[in-house]
């Protein structure tokens, strides 16, 4: 006999939804720890809590709210972007579902270019002048 979960359509979205906010808070935190603009320890002062709070925030042990994770993008300088829209497929209709790079939960870094940066547009331009 095997286990098998069964999930309603609204499990499944909403377990979805939490797994991409989850994968979006991870994602802000390994760059801004590999850029080495921040520690968990830095982040729990900022936000005026323990490192382990933090620690289980962005491991996804603790259970989210909106303050927590806004707290979350303040903390790492990321600015939060999200919005509601009608799916492309609906279901029994037959429509091939493909998935796209762009989500609608993100957290964008916020903060301004560095003199390092460069854009790739701005470059060519600039290399054809």
Not at 33 to 44: D, M
Not at 82 to 102: I, K, L
Request: charged share 25%.
């Amino acid at each position: 006999m095997s286990y098998r979960l069964k999930l309603t359509p609204r499990q499944r979205k909403v377990g979805r939804f939490i797994g991409a906010v989850r994968n979006e808070i991870q994602k802000a935190y390994a760059e801004e720890k590999a850029a080495g603009h921040t520690t968990q320890a830095e982040l729990a002062r900022n936000l005026g809590v323990s490192r382990s709070v933090v620690n289980r925030r962005i491991r996804g042990l603790q259970n989210l709210t909106v303050r927590s994770i806004a707290d979350l993008a303040w903390a790492l300088n990321r600015e939060i972007v999200f919005g509601f829209r009608e799916p492309s497929a609906r279901p029994g209709t037959n429509q091939v579902v493909t998935t796209t790079s762009d989500s609608l939960w993100r957290i964008r870094d916020s903060r301004p270019p560095t003199e390092t940066s460069v854009n790739p547009h701005t470059a060519a331009n600039e290399d054809a002048a």
